[in-house]
Structures are given as structure tokens and as C-alpha cells.
């Protein structure tokens, strides 16, 4: 199947800094990516929705201006999480999309902010 | 909106048949899938189905889909300890939404 890649895969930084994200599609154009936050022994929760070359779709309580998503082409598209707190330290995973049938995540990355 | 629900646990014998249930409400999805996440690892996509199929067999796995219900199964057969992780449904609209995830635990 198509490898998405998604570095760091952990990540730990200082209370008020912000941390990008990266999501990589290797093999395949995605037209379409998906940020999903995984609290421990939770279900994936969706973030935003983005489609390359326009603004992300965010859902509903995500707050647009805290995690920026930009997917400016359509190999990569990255998560800004801006000013991060403890209350951000989340395992966030990236999802592409080619328009067909399936999504390929990415491995996923463990942000802890302390 | 959306909204995918599933059982929280489920816990069977080696070698008997699991089976994992899946509600959601969107009838506009287009596929729906089953992804499996062992303890501290990214997802692994298992099976898909597309919305017009009632049934598809993979190996040890038979997804059911009953589209009037909104009900989606998985079935493994001849489950085994290495089976043992969370399972989450998933469907696909214009947004891909994942259920709630069921952990399954298989004893000897």
C-alpha cells in the first residue's frame, strides 16, 4: 500500500512554544488529508480536513488559530501546534487521501509539553 | 453529524469467533472501514467496504453490512492472542469518522 510519513514521531517541548508536524504522502498525490487527536484509550478524534491548496475544514471545538494546518502541496501537509500547553500532549495522526478508496495513515506523533 | 458508535470491550477464547459491532448514522457514506491499533502504534487498516455491498471476506475476516441498519460487523475467525488490540470502525463521507473503538482480549 501507499506510505504516509509523519515526523517527529515524539516530540517534547516547553510550555508557550510551538511545534510543526509533518504529514508526507511518498508514493502518491493527496488530495485530501485528515488531522486526527488520540487521547490515551480514546478513539481518534477528527481535527481538521484539508484539500490541497485551500483552507482546512476544521470541526467543531478545534480552534483554528491554536493548530494551523497547512497543505500547500499535494505530498505534504503540516500541524502547527501554536503556544502549546500540557493540555495539548496528544497523539496526533495524520491521514491521506488519493481520491480513491482508502486512507493511509501516518505512524502518528506523541507530543508531550511540559 | 456524525456519529459511530461501537462496543467498548470484547473478550473470547482462542481459536472461537470474534465479532465486532458498528453503528453510525451518516447514510451518505461511501466506505466504511475496519482498522486495527496495537498498545502505543499507529493504525492498520484491515478491511474496507463499499457502501453497496452487503458482505465481503477476507481470509479469517467477513465484514457484514447491513445499510438499512446502519450496522457494520467484523468477524475474525479462529481468533488468536496476536488479535488482541483495538478495533475501530470507520465511514467515509466527504470526512473520514472513526467509532469509538473496541478492545478486544483474547485468553487462552
Known amino acids: 500500500g501507499a506510505v504516509v510519513s509523519q515526523h517527529p514521531s515524539w516530540v517534547i517541548c516547553k510550555s508557550g512554544t510551538s511545534v510543526k508536524i509533518e504529514c508526507r504522502s511518498l508514493d502518491f498525490q493527496a488530495t485530501t488529508m485528515f488531522w486526527y487527536r488520540q487521547f490515551p484509550k480514546q478513539s481518534l478524534m477528527l481535527m481538521a480536513t484539508s484539500n490541497e491548496g485551500s483552507k482546512a475544514t476544521y470541526e467543531q471545538g478545534v480552534e483554528k488559530d491554536k493548530f494551523l494546518i497547512n497543505h500547500a502541496s499535494l505530498t505534504l501537509s503540516t500541524l502547527t501546534v501554536t503556544s502549546a500547553h500540557p493540555e495539548d500532549s496528544s497523539f496526533y495522526i495524520c491521514s491521506a487521501r488519493d481520491g480513491n478508496t482508502e486512507a493511509f495513515f501516518g505512524q502518528g506523533t506523541r507530543l508531550t509539553v511540559v | 453529524g456524525e456519529d459511530v458508535e461501537q462496543s467498548l470491550f470484547l473478550s473470547v477464547r482462542e481459536g472461537d469467533s470474534s465479532v465486532i459491532n458498528c453503528t453510525y448514522t451518516d447514510s451518505s457514506s461511501t466506505y466504511l472501514y475496519w482498522y486495527k491499533q496495537e498498545p502505543g502504534a499507529g493504525l492498520q487498516l484491515l478491511t474496507y467496504?463499499?457502501?453497496?455491498?452487503d458482505m465481503k471476506q477476507d481470509q479469517r475476516l467477513t465484514v457484514l453490512l447491513n445499510k438499512k441498519d446502519k450496522h457494520l460487523s467484523l468477524r475474525i475467525a479462529d481468533t488468536q492472542t496476536g488479535d488482541s488490540a483495538i478495533y475501530f470502525c470507520a465511514e467515509l463521507t466527504d470526512k473520514l469518522i472513526f467509532g469509538t473503538g473496541t478492545r478486544l482480549q483474547v485468553f487462552p
Open positions: 467496504i463499499f457502501s453497496n455491498m
